[in-house]
């Protein structure tokens, strides 16, 4: 009888436990109750954020948040949701940069508080959170634009950039109307507000 092969028994046991984790970013009812307390846990992780603020990464966390906000103000001006199919703008080179910049967004914040472990655990989760998030909403995608949108995964990949699709002058486009529409300017005040909170409380520590 052949010994069992310790790579294969490995990976199978790694694959079982990569299975496990998306179904628990897939579970409707941990979603919906994380949904519920998104408000409250936000508010809580803002406040752990202001009373760890390290002044000597500020200046490095928001260059980085900037770059995921200025990303994100990009999508929103591009971006008619459920109503016509988004090609332009960053969407001419991956399917998914609001997550992108969102991603960075985070990770600015958190590396202004110069825990490396904590920076880990968050991009194994927002790793998570973003492919399975992403999945469902090709589900949706599909439904709605049909074969529009089967072409258009087929020329721009899901979060690695492509050049299928790349023209200057659709990657160059910027709405002030969609970006209004779809409250980005909101967002980047709100994300300036965040970091004016962090600069006083390293002041008044």
């Not at 979603?31 to 508010?43: A, D, H, T, Y």
């Amino acid at each position: 009888m052949n010994p069992k092969d310790p790579t294969r028994e490995n990976r199978k046991v790694y694959a079982k436990a990569i299975e496990k984790i998306h179904f628990v970013f897939n579970n409707a009812k941990l979603r919906k109750i994380l949904g519920k307390l998104r408000v409250p846990l936000c508010i809580a992780i803002f406040i752990l954020l202001l009373l760890h603020i390290k002044p000597g990464l500020l200046l490095a966390g928001f260059l980085v948040s900037l770059l995921g906000e200025l990303i994100q103000i990009w999508c929103f001006a591009s971006l008619e949701k459920n109503r016509t199919l988004t090609v332009r703008g960053l969407y001419c080179l991956t399917r998914n940069p609001m997550y992108l910049g969102r991603f960075f967004l985070i990770l600015g914040a958190l590396i202004a508080i110069g825990n490396i472990w904590i920076i880990a655990v968050f991009c194994v989760v927002y790793y998570f959170y973003m492919v399975n998030r992403v999945k469902r909403e090709e589900a949706v995608l599909h439904s709605v634009f049909g074969r529009d949108y089967d072409s258009y995964c087929a020329k721009v990949h899901r979060f690695l950039p492509s050049t299928k699709m790349f023209r200057w002058s659709t990657l160059m486009y910027f709405n002030w109307r969609l970006l209004k529409e779809n409250h980005g300017h909101w967002n980047i005040l709100a994300m300036l507000f965040c970091y004016f909170l962090f600069f006083l409380s390293t002041l008044f520590r």
